[in-house]
């Protein structure tokens, strides 16, 4: 798919859709709940139907509907359990990376794999931590497809948490649906601690008791009471995808955004702590609204919410000045190695951005060009290249556009509806 996006304002209210990070844990939770699961604001995304995928060819029955869906399990593993089988992960980091350990609560031979980017995507962390909780493991030299029989016995274990906190998640899911007695989680080097919130939120919704020491242990306890049946779990609304409009507001017009939380334990909620420091127009209510105005240039540390980089550097391409971003060391995993993906796209559209140390060095306040540029397959890098586009002094064609559907399918109709000139072909 092809996309063009010329310079044009945004209006109007955009309803936010649902957060994967939160959709995607709370597959998980009902795969693990023996009982009946209503998932309400149930998302759409490539991403949520991994895991959905996943839960299915778990054990879990499933009752799709518009805006919620009913899950029934009886646990994982149930009494009928499976035969060896393989478990398609999709191009879903975080389903791979969280299921990986749920999976291997089965003494039953499961092979994991994936598709597209994910399978470039290095997953070694379990060749060296699983086999110290009785887990035999065989993978592709790092690679997927991973091999894994066990079942699981937790044990106390210490884990590094410097390259994702999704393999914590992992843990955390599989420990506490597991211990038979108290275990411990030593970290070391934690990055994104705001998700390791979200999913110790998910997971106390379901009745799990899990405390930690600043991140550095987490105590996993024996369920004490029985958990209701069945549950009903709302999925928030998506900060991450919500950061994109926010900045197209900022950029080039004003927007109201609905359906999020500013309570919420998401770590791009601190896209707005960002917007109102560059001098962006915010106001919050029960609505989120961003206007356009004048931009200066800030500084951010981004190694707990990577995923800021793109709307963040399509924002500082619009800063009068020099723009810092900390946390590049925590690009290199994503769907695309986002630093190079980033410099190269944007650099192409007359932005000239640089690397010093862990900091990306953006220069903004020169006007946009007309540029054709690739999504290189990676949806943040095609939503922020659309986002920028609405303020450049001529329209921009991405490639690959299509890449969107990961986690926010419907991205350019609700930038089309706001007002967007923009235009999709099919080449």
Sequence with gaps: MQVKVSPSAVAGTIHVPASKSSMQRACAAALLHRGTTHIKNAGHSNDDKASLNIIRQLGAKIIPGDSEITISSG?????EMLQPSVINCGESGLSF??????AALSSVEIMLSGEGSLLKRRMDFFDDVLPGLNVKIN??????????????IPADITIDGSLSSQFLTGLLFALGASVKDRVVISVTGLKSKPYIDLTLDVMKHFGYVISHDNYERFLIEVKKDPISNPVSYTVEGDWS???FLLVAAAISGSVNLTGLSIHSAQADKAILTVLQNCGADVE????IRVRKKELKPFEF?????????PPLVALAAYCTGTSAIKGIHRLAAKESNRAETLQHVFSSMGIAISFQDDEMIIKGGTPLRSANVSSHHDHRIAMAAAVAALGAEAGIIINHAEAINKSYPGF???L????ADLEITDP
């Design 75 to 79: 646990g994982f593993p149930a009494h």
């Design 97 to 102: 990376r969280m299921f990986a350990p749920i």
């Design 139 to 152: 993978s592709n030299k790092g690679f997927l497809p991973l091999q894994i029989t066990g079942p699981l």
């Design 241 to 243: 995808s919500a950061s």
């Design 284 to 287: 919050i209510s029960e609505k």
């Design 301 to 309: 540390d981004a190694t707990h919410c990577p995923d800021l980089f």
């Design 412 to 414: 350019y109709t609700d």
């Design 416 to 419: 089309k509806n706001a007002g």
